[in-house]
């Protein structure tokens, strides 16, 4: 009989008493310091009786001039603070666009296509299909008309039909969420990482809704899928200001114009992963909009690694011996990323978690420069900073590693993974469809905190932080309104075709 084992301290339950008593005591150190300090005091007030305590307040000397001088004092120094803390920026609402029906790409539709278009590759064929099949997508994904043409038109004018559909519809939306006017809108920003016509797509919004002539507008593009939270930090920057100010964002990234047509592996990845999308939001820094706002932004910590060759040609627009133009993921993209994100969460860290976390991190960090260099480092529990999570859905694979060094559950990451299963990749906007995904679900509460991760070509590792301003209803519209009630689903390893 073998001998009995020594229990898991990691999981055992008084290990878990002993953890939550720890993170209690440092948490709340200050108050437990000031409650007997309070309570000595109170009960000395208690014992002098109030003819010594009046006794005490007559002996002090005041007169007029010192009243007046530290009144002024006072007002001066709280004027100057409130004019220098920056202004709260807040997250109205925010729309995100469903693709029609007839834009779907069930498996076997593409796979009979690619066997069309790749007729000579039948390796490059057999390639997408596996990694179609451990990709997590779904059979609902969508990709452009221009794209279901065998072979595909990717035509100027059918990438402007595009964007026209998927922008347009998700302003539209945003308008009718909100009540806001065209005429209102004061800060107009776009970001599409690789269509970037003439006249600019933030032009063609303006052109569509007669927006002002003194609107201040910017076109992001080349920025990757990180580049809506890159949006919102140049919105946060415009609206520190310019107060009593509307910004609107649109986040896309329009897919005629960039499906691969050729034959290496690396550049054949994206048309497996990027489908349609687009999300528009509104912020604002009227205080006026604090209480129909959802959300207000807490943090943006923004984390560029492209001075780092590697990093910066991992995800890489180039073309092929053929000349087809594509996107090339390097096969080292997930470690770059990995990198990135320790970046991010080193500046991140210090602004969310508990004091408990971090001297317990401080602690791991100093006794393996000083004692052992070997010790494993401590991961920071970023649960305990956040109720919500919203991954980047860029791929099963990312998925994956963030929750693993993260140490995330499954329900932390479900938007994630659901998101990629019902709309795929939809670069910077996925996101959006991943905090919707959360309201869709009746999981967000006043008070909880949502952190957004997202990664982009560069390198770039980008993440917010926003805190509900109010309990949010399960909305009745929305791009989850037709199926939120089948969700979540189960995803296999691999869905053989």
Known sequence: MSPPKMPDLSTSTKHKYVKLGYQYLVNNFLTLLLIPILAYTALELFRMGPEEILNHLNSLNFNLLHILCSSFLIIFVSTVYFMSKPRTIYLVDYSCFKPPVTCRVPFATFMEHSRLNLIDSPKSVEFQMRILERSGLGEETCLPPAIHYIPPTPTMDAARSEAELVIFTAMDDLFKKTGLKPKDIDILIVNCSLF????????????????????????????????????????????????????????????????????????????????????????????????????????????????????????????????????????????????????????????????????????????????????????????????????????????????????????????????????????????????SYIEAKGKMKRGDRVWQIAFGSGFKCNSAVWK???????????????????????????VKL
């Open 196 to 435: 970037s016509p003439t006249p600019s797509l933030s032009a063609m919004i303006i052109n569509k809704y007669k927006l002002r002539s003194n609107i201040k507008s910017l076109n992001l593009s080349g920025m990757g899928c990180s580049a809506s939270l890159i949006s919102v930090d140049v919105a946060r920057d415009l609206l520190q200001v310019h107060p009593n100010s509307n910004a609107v964002i649109v986040s896309t990234e329009i897919i005629t114009p960039n499906y691969y047509q050729g034959k290496e592996r690396a550049m054949l990845l994206p048309n497996c992963l990027f489908r349609m999308g687009a999300a528009a939001i509104l912020l604002s820094n009227r205080r006026s909009d604090r209480w129909r706002a959802k959300y207000k932004l807490c943090h943006l910590v923004r984390t560029h690694r492209g001075a780092e060759d590697k990093s910066y040609y991992c995800v890489y627009q180039q073309e092929d011996d053929e000349s087809h133009v594509g996107i090339n993921l390097n096969k080292d993209l997930m470690a770059i990323a990995g990198e990135a994100l320790k970046s991010n969460i080193t500046t991140i860290g210090p602004l969310v978690l508990p004091a408990s976390e971090q001297l317990l991190f401080l602690t791991s960090l100093i006794g393996r420069k000083i004692f052992n260099a070997k010790w494993k480092p401590y991961i920071p529990d970023f649960k305990m900073a956040f109720e919500h999570f919203c991954i980047h859905a860029g791929g099963r694979a990312v998925i994956d590693e963030l929750q693993k060094n993260l140490q995330l559950s499954a329900e932390h990451v479900e938007a994630s993974r659901m998101t990629l299963h019902r709309f795929g990749n939809t670069s910077s906007s996925s996101l959006w469809y991943e905090l």
């Open 468 to 494: 509900s301003n109010r309990t949010i209803k399960t909305p009745t519209e929305g791009p989850w309104s037709d199926c939120i009630d089948r969700y979540p689903v189960f995803i296999p390893e691999v």
